[in-house]
């Protein structure tokens, strides 16, 4: 099992919230998928399969569009209180993970030996001549890995129950700030106009509109990715080289199957909340966040945005002279009466 050194500075900081910011336009695209808004009709095309479909843009081609109705500048929409929301989110986290520390992490030099996203801490040798015997202190039972695992998980899940519910109301301001291209409203704009705005629109329990399924699908992808991940590599996996590519595959996984829970937190957000993308015929007006995904799930609608590069319209079509056409709402409604 191979340790490294753990130590969070700003630089680390800096280097993921510049990444962040560079990817921002393609996240802002993907909420606006994730919304159900698809401001470019979709035209004939073949799957990969030849069969016939319905294109929808790539996230590259919803980048240009948002560039050609609000610029450049517009494009990073919502990004200050993004940012926001992902600092304090890993402050508390990181803040909740240094206050509690178990026995054998309160020593002074520690190392880390990581199972996703746990930590199980360990010792440094402090010399050549150490290093045998540093290192026999260090191998554990079966038993002691799998309860020091046990506890580092528990440490991560509260600490990332109260990083969402910390962050959250931040992550409501930034998504509502960036639904308001779907209809061209600026109500949010800046951090304290959206903190009074988000009050005026939904009262004290619009800053946690939509947290539950936001807290289930972390929990869920943290405790998935871990606890796979510790299995694998202690019960299965025995090539070191072979260990370092666990973490990375089965968080991807992990996130995956998590996914859905995250398109409808951003829906509850967004749903009947004074702004076009959160009403008809834009989005429901939900009364839950069960009601929300039982909607989605008939509709098949609780992937959109996992595919960036190929998309397919996947509602209503009829097929006119061999090539699919999609059929609007309006369209349904009048043939039903």
Not at 73 to 94: A, N, V
Not at 242 to 256: D, E, H, P, Q, R
């Amino acid at each position: 099992m191979s340790y490294k050194k753990e130590k969070v500075t700003w630089a680390n900081y800096a280097f993921r919230y510049a990444t962040i910011t560079a990817a921002h336009p393609f996240e802002y695209s993907k909420l606006l998928i994730q919304l159900g808004h698809e401001p470019i009709a979709p035209w004939p095309t073949k799957t990969l399969f030849g069969r016939p479909a319905l294109a929808l843009p790539s996230v590259f081609q919803y980048v240009g569009y948002i560039k050609n109705i609000d610029g450049f500048s517009g494009c990073y929409r919502g990004l200050s209180l993004k940012l926001c929301d992902c600092l304090s989110s890993s402050l508390t986290f990181q803040y909740i993970r240094e206050g509690w520390q178990f026995s054998w992490e309160k020593k002074t030099n520690r190392y880390t030996r990581t199972y996703g996203d746990i930590h199980i801490n360990g010792d440094e040798g402090v010399g050549d001549e150490d290093e045998e015997e540093s290192e026999e202190e260090e191998l554990l039972s079966e038993k002691e890995e799998r309860e020091r695992f046990l506890a580092c998980l528990s440490r991560d899940v509260v600490g990332r129950t109260v990083a969402v519910v910390v962050s959250h109301p931040l992550h409501v301001m930034a998504v509502r700030t960036m639904a308001q291209f779907v209809g061209g409203e600026t109500i949010y704009s800046g951090l304290f106009g959206s903190i009074q705005a988000l009050y005026r629109e939904s009262g004290i329990t619009g800053f946690f509109s939509g947290v539950v399924p936001r807290l289930i699908g972390e929990l869920l992808a943290l405790i998935i990715g871990s606890t796979a991940t510790f299995a694998l590599n202690t019960y299965v996996i025995e090539d070191p080289e072979i260990k370092t590519y666990t973490n990375g595959i089965v968080s991807f996984l992990a996130t995956t199957v998590t996914y859905p829970f995250h398109v409808v937190s951003n829906c509850m957000a967004v749903t009947n909340c004074g702004l076009a993308a959160g009403s008809p015929p834009c989005m429901l007006h939900y009364t839950s966040w069960t009601d929300c995904w039982s909607h989605l799930s008939r509709t098949g609608q609780l992937k959109r945005g996992s595919s960036l590069l190929w998309r397919y319209y996947t509602g209503p079509q009829v097929m006119i002279g061999g090539r699919p056409v999609p059929v609007t709402p309006d369209q349904l409604v009048s043939k039903q009466n």
